[in-house]
């Protein structure tokens, strides 16, 4: 990983920052990502100061960008974020798609989503679309997208309306992040097929790291279940180091070696859920389009720079045959 840049989203605490730390010491550039100055600023930290005196001699540098913070959340913070790093950076090898929020009673987002699908799957789409330029830049640019084995529990995925707060559904926390998460998967099998179809060198991957105890992930889940849900958490769960263990392998083994678009858990291929099928790829690939769309016409805060910006990330995938 000499010299090599990687952006990792969420990034100050848990998986991400687990994963910060270890490819900083295989000698990466590390973007960190954050919402908050404070939290940033302590894992970059925390980074620096965890390996100085052991590794004086590390070529690894750890850039923070708090004064274009990245929100997956909203659309427009996404677009000045990755215009930041397009002016101070000439390409990134790694994309590692790790935010992601988990509990949440039923709530929008500024631009209107359902919040786990905003997080987790939409700004992730958005953002991967927005720095393609970048990732085609590297001579093996890799996209690894954070999935989670909850996906397998879906058997019906909502509709674009319901989804933009615009028609009920039975709503439950934790199947709107299985469905986030599923998502996820759709999104690397698409994407896979839409890169390889527009000649692109770029890779994408999905990765399940499995139950992993000490992370953030639920913290936005009522104190109370929190706390009856510790024992086993504690029992059950995996190290950081094993919930690294995939992405870890996706990142640093060579792109011949890996099939884009497949699922890994551990250091291997895993296949997927019934639900993963070219047709729910595709399909989910309109609904991310419609959500985006439907952004663009009704966020008034966007100037027309940053709408033709949009425009033409989101036409830079055409499926080919």
Not at 169 to 188: E, G, I, T
């Amino acid at each position: 990983m000499e010299r090599k840049v990687v952006l990792i989203t969420g990034s100050t605490s848990g998986l991400g920052l687990h994963t910060a730390k270890n490819l900083y010491l295989r000698g990466a550039t590390v973007i960190i990502t954050c919402r908050d100055e404070c939290r940033g600023r302590a894992a970059l930290d925390a980074v620096q100061s965890q390996f100085k005196s052991e590794h004086d001699s590390l070529s690894g540098r750890l850039h923070l960008f708090s004064v274009s913070w990245l929100d997956l959340t909203c659309y427009k913070s996404i677009l000045n974020f990755c215009n930041e790093i397009k002016s101070n950076f000439n390409r990134i090898d790694v994309l590692i798609n790790n935010a992601g929020i988990m509990g949440l009673p039923f709530e929008l987002s500024r631009n209107g989503v359902e919040m786990h699908f905003a997080t987790n799957a939409f700004g992730h789409f958005v953002l991967v679309n927005n720095l393609l330029p970048l990732l085609e830049s590297s001579i093996d640019g890799r996209i690894i997208i954070v999935s989670s084995g909850l996906y397998k529990y879906v058997n019906n995925i909502p509709t674009l309306r319901q989804l933009m707060g615009e028609q009920d559904w039975d709503y439950q926390p934790r199947f709107a992040y299985a469905v986030s998460k599923l998502a996820n998967c759709l999104h690397a099998v698409e994407l896979a097929k839409r890169l390889s179809s527009n000649r692109y060198n770029t890779k994408v991957y999905a990765i399940r790291p499995g139950f992993v105890g000490a992370t953030e992930l639920g913290r936005e889940t009522h104190w109370l279940l929190r706390s009856l849900a510790s024992p086993v958490t504690w029992i059950f769960s995996k190290s950081l180091d094993q919930g690294i263990e995939p992405i870890i392998h996706c990142a640093i083994t060579t792109n011949d070696e890996l099939n884009s678009g497949a699922l890994y858990h551990g250091c291997q291929e895993e296949e997927y859920a019934p639900m993963v099928t070219e047709t729910n790829a595709a399909n989910m690939w309109d609904i991310f389009m419609h959500m985006e769309e439907l952004i663009l016409i009704r966020c008034h805060i966007l100037t027309e720079e940053e709408i033709a910006q949009a425009k033409t990330a989101r036409n830079a995938l055409p499926l080919k045959s």
